[in-house]
């Protein structure tokens, strides 16, 4: 019998720490061939080059799609997007998969997405249904899912959504958050071993901080970035700061820059470009709260029980878990939000996103389908 060949798509460390549990059971299944394509900030050095913990995870990489150039204005994104087309057509033609697996709403999955369109590859699609209202990635997300064949929300409320923009009810299912997988299956470092490997000395309190660009805010990512930095600065040297990058949106590179000067002056603190899923699952057991506007805060943070410093819009419109405490992007509404973060008692909190076995149940239905091709001429289902 021949295997039918899935190929999933990984654009960012962030995002390959997630599909990590799903190509993982794909692998494991002697019916299936697991495809790769590895892209965006992966193949970047500036990143860290994290395609190189794919294959120290022992998975083969089928294809690799450069994009990104050192120019992250609106004109360098959409030239990255462009390439990004040709060059997951070119992957798809000799690939030739049977299923196209992406997740979530950045603008290589966008691309990856176009490009199996035309080639009429199915699509099956991780995370769709969210609403992030201060970003690009809402519109993007929705997109997608309409250009997508089977539907994987993170929660009842997304799969209603994706159920509103048309799509068939018999393709739509609510696994959970598949984030949650890792901190179900993850063997955590231990306290000591994870300093050894950040090289970085916990203090009396401790923030894990990700803040990426805002790309529909009217206020300047990097005015948003000062704001944060502001109010960080004001936490003393007993206050460990632990930095990760921003991901490779317009003004990304240069917030990148400006944090890096910030960790260069201050003994408390250290900016690492990937930390990988181990180390940042590790991290959040660890530290006192999380600080910026990553969707791990809305996501995973609350199975630690740990409370977030959510700042400005663009995470707006996530279901939120009571530990996330929302703020402004202005230093002192973010240093007051922080002392709240502190004295937040988060241990009765709920996680609404699942609980950590998404990924068996995802690949379950995507085997089921017996003739993916069949899905492809989509009917609009009207509510």
Same mark, same amino acid.
């Given at each position: 019998?021949?295997? @039918?060949?899935?190929?999933?798509?990984?654009?960012?460390?962030?995002?390959?720490?997630?599909?990590?549990?799903?190509?993982?059971?794909?692998?494991?299944?002697?019916?299936?061939?697991?495809?790769?394509?590895?892209?965006?900030?992966?193949?970047?050095?500036? /990143?860290?080059?994290?395609?190189?913990?794919?294959?120290?995870?022992?998975?083969?990489?089928?294809?690799?799609?450069?994009?990104?150039?050192?120019?992250?204005?609106?004109?360098?994104?959409?030239?990255?997007?462009?390439?990004?087309?040709?060059? /997951?057509?070119?992957?798809? @033609?000799?690939?030739? &998969?049977?299923?196209?697996?992406?997740?979530?709403?950045?603008?290589?999955?966008?691309?990856?997405?176009?490009?199996?369109?035309?080639?009429?590859? &199915?699509?099956?699609?991780?995370?769709?249904?969210?609403?992030?209202?201060?970003?690009?990635?809402?519109?993007?997300?929705?997109?997608?899912?309409?250009?997508?064949?089977?539907?994987?929300?993170?929660?009842?409320?997304?799969?209603?959504?994706?159920?509103?923009?048309?799509?068939?009810?018999?393709?739509?299912?609510?696994?959970?958050?598949?984030?949650?997988?890792?901190?179900?299956?993850?063997?955590?470092?231990?306290?000591?071993?994870?300093?050894?490997?950040?090289? /970085?000395?916990?203090? %009396?309190?401790?923030?894990?901080?990700? $803040?990426?660009?805002?790309?529909?805010?009217?206020? &300047?990512?990097?005015?948003?970035?000062?704001?944060?930095?502001?109010?960080?600065?004001?936490?003393?040297?007993?206050?460990?700061?632990? $930095?990760?990058?921003?991901?490779?949106?317009?003004?990304?590179?240069?917030?990148?820059?400006?944090?890096?000067?910030?960790?260069?002056?201050?003994?408390?603190?250290? $900016?690492?470009?990937?930390?990988?899923?181990?180390?940042?699952?590790?991290?959040?057991?660890?530290?006192?709260?999380?600080?910026?506007?990553?969707?791990?805060?809305?996501?995973?943070?609350?199975? /630690?029980?740990?409370?977030?410093?959510?700042?400005?819009? @663009?995470?707006?419109?996530?279901?939120?878990?009571?530990?996330?405490?929302?703020?402004?992007?202005?230093?002192?509404?973010?240093?007051?939000?922080?002392? *709240?973060?502190?004295? *937040?008692?988060?241990?009765?909190?709920?996680?609404?996103?699942?609980?950590? @076995?998404?990924?068996?149940?995802?690949?379950?239905?995507?085997?089921?389908?017996?003739?993916? %091709?069949?899905?492809?001429?989509?009917?609009?289902?009207?509510?």
């Amino acid at each position: 019998m021949k295997k @039918r060949k899935i190929c999933v798509v990984t654009g960012s460390r962030a995002e390959y720490g997630l599909l990590y549990w799903l190509i993982r059971e794909i692998c494991k299944d002697h019916s299936l061939h697991s495809q790769i394509i590895a892209t965006g900030t992966h193949l970047s050095a500036v /990143f860290g080059s994290t395609y190189r913990d794919i294959e120290r995870d022992g998975f083969t990489i089928a294809k690799k799609i450069p994009i990104l150039t050192s120019d992250d204005s609106a004109l360098g994104v959409t030239r990255s997007l462009g390439k990004a087309v040709t060059g /997951f057509a070119t992957a798809f @033609r000799d690939l030739k &998969p049977d299923w196209l697996v992406v997740l979530g709403d950045r603008y290589e999955i966008l691309a990856a997405v176009e490009a199996a369109l035309i080639a009429k590859i &199915p699509v099956a699609h991780l995370a769709g249904g969210d609403i992030t209202e201060g970003a690009v990635d809402d519109s993007i997300r929705h997109a997608i899912t309409k250009m997508s064949h089977l539907h994987f929300a993170t929660h009842a409320a997304s799969a209603r959504r994706i159920r509103q923009l048309g799509e068939d009810p018999k393709t739509i299912f609510c696994p959970g958050h598949i984030g949650l997988d890792g901190i179900r299956n993850t063997d955590f470092l231990s306290r000591f071993e994870l300093e050894k490997s950040l090289r /970085f000395k916990f203090r %009396q309190r401790n923030f894990l901080i990700t $803040f990426h660009p805002a790309t529909l805010d009217r206020i &300047p990512s990097l005015r948003q970035l000062d704001e944060l930095l502001s109010a960080l600065g004001r936490l003393g040297t007993d206050t460990g700061l632990i $930095f990760t990058a921003s991901n490779a949106d317009r003004e990304g590179i240069e917030m990148n820059r400006k944090i890096k000067s910030f960790v260069s002056t201050r003994d408390n603190t250290c $900016f690492i470009a990937s930390m990988g899923q181990r180390r940042y699952l590790s991290a959040m057991k660890y530290v006192d709260a999380i600080v910026g506007n990553s969707s791990s805060g809305i996501y995973e943070a609350p199975s /630690f029980k740990l409370p977030t410093v959510n700042i400005g819009d @663009r995470q707006r419109g996530r279901q939120q878990a009571t530990s996330v405490i929302n703020c402004p992007p202005q230093a002192s509404r973010i240093y007051e939000a922080i002392l *709240k973060a502190l004295k *937040k008692n988060c241990s009765k909190v709920t996680n609404p996103y699942g609980d950590g @076995r998404s990924a068996p149940r995802i690949l379950r239905a995507i085997k089921k389908i017996r003739d993916p %091709q069949g899905l492809l001429k989509k009917k609009f289902c009207d509510i």
